[in-house]
């Protein structure tokens, strides 16, 4: 005979508190330096937290060579704002941002923006029709800025005007594709995406593009980047909480605060 009993466990759980989430992306070209604050749900709490109700009463300011400015809550968009023509973002420069909470929590973080925005080469646009369906094999070509460590994203909108209107109509194209130059530097570099028409459609087009971006990013930003797209529920938002294996920059937070200088092709059908 073999008996068995039950007895109840008392585990003490490790105390957690929410923590700032911070998401912000320089580029010289921007008019606007926005940053997006949001708190993190921790994992052993009974507190209900709203996490993609943005916090409009922290503390923000960034700073670099140039000097500390602060960020101003905007209540339109739901980001901390300042505006370039007063505190420009400088190729090659290293900036902060500092954010403290109404509880007293801090969290900053840094990244220096690249040094120059490197040309797209070359856009060619194959329409592919396979199991009765059609897409555009997208094709981008540049050459990696030697000399440096470099880290790259493409991102794709198509755009359009039906027959009927004159206003042009962008589809995200979810074309989202990276590289990095690490031990090909200089080299001739050429990124594909895929873009499948939510229907076909284009008989009505009377134009339709392109416009293909080319970033040259940071670090920080190419491993956020790097891993929304691995995570396993395609959607890379909302921010993460404690347990959550995302990538982060951030101390005492979590999030991301990347850089970029971006250019610009478009790419004409018809």
């Given at each position: 005979?073999?008996?068995?009993?039950?007895?109840?466990?008392?585990?003490?759980?490790?105390?957690?508190?929410?923590?700032?989430?911070?998401?912000?992306?320089?580029?010289?070209?921007?008019?606007?330096?926005?940053?997006?604050?949001?708190?993190?749900?921790?994992?052993?709490?009974?507190?209900?937290?709203?996490?993609?109700?943005?916090?409009?009463?922290?503390?923000?300011?960034?700073?670099?060579?140039?000097?500390?400015?602060?960020?101003?809550?905007?209540?339109?968009?739901?980001?901390?704002?300042?505006?370039t023509n007063s505190y420009p973002i400088v190729p090659g420069q290293v900036y902060?941002?500092?954010?403290t909470t109404i509880n007293g929590d801090v969290a900053t973080a840094e990244t220096?923006?690249?040094?120059?925005?490197?040309?797209?080469?070359?856009?060619?646009?194959?329409?592919?029709?396979?199991?009765?369906?059609?897409?555009?094999?997208?094709?981008?070509?540049?050459?990696?800025?030697?000399?440096?460590?470099?880290?790259?994203?493409?991102?794709?909108?198509?755009?359009?005007?039906?027959?009927?209107?004159?206003?042009?109509?962008?589809?995200?194209?979810?074309?989202?594709?990276?590289?990095?130059?690490?031990?090909?530097?200089?080299?001739?570099?050429?990124?594909?995406?895929?873009?499948?028409?939510?229907?076909?459609?284009?008989?009505?087009?009377?134009?339709?593009?392109?416009?293909?971006?080319?970033?040259?990013?940071?670090?920080?930003?190419?491993?956020?980047?790097?891993?929304?797209?691995?995570?396993?529920?395609?959607?890379?938002?909302?921010?993460?909480?404690?347990?959550?294996?995302?990538?982060?920059n951030v101390k005492g937070g979590f999030g991301c605060f990347g850089a970029y200088?971006?250019?610009?092709?478009?790419?004409?059908?018809?």
């Open positions: 005979m073999f008996l068995s009993c039950a007895k109840e466990a008392k585990v003490k759980l490790p105390e957690t508190k929410s923590l700032p989430v911070i998401y912000s992306y320089i580029c010289p070209d921007d008019s606007v330096i926005r940053l997006k604050l949001l708190a993190s749900s921790p994992l052993y709490s009974s507190n209900q937290i709203d996490i993609l109700s943005p916090l409009s009463d922290a503390d923000v300011k960034i700073s670099s060579d140039q000097g500390i400015s602060q960020l101003i809550f905007n209540q339109n968009t739901g980001y901390y704002e300042l505006k902060k941002m500092t954010v220096q923006v690249p040094f120059t925005a490197v040309p797209i080469n070359m856009v060619t646009v194959e329409t592919i029709i396979e199991n009765n369906q059609t897409s555009d094999r997208i094709n981008v070509s540049f050459i990696d800025e030697p000399g440096r460590v470099n880290y790259y994203r493409i991102a794709v909108l198509h755009a359009f005007v039906l027959t009927f209107q004159t206003d042009t109509i962008s589809d995200d194209t979810r074309i989202n594709e990276r590289y990095s130059d690490l031990n090909h530097d200089g080299e001739n570099v050429s990124l594909v995406g895929r873009f499948y028409p939510r229907s076909d459609s284009t008989q009505y087009y009377s134009t339709e593009y392109y416009d293909v971006f080319l970033y040259n990013c940071s670090e920080s930003y190419y491993k956020f980047y790097e891993l929304l797209r691995t995570d396993l529920s395609g959607i890379g938002f909302p921010p993460p909480a404690e347990p959550t294996l995302m990538y982060s200088m971006k250019m610009k092709f478009r790419y004409k059908k018809k």
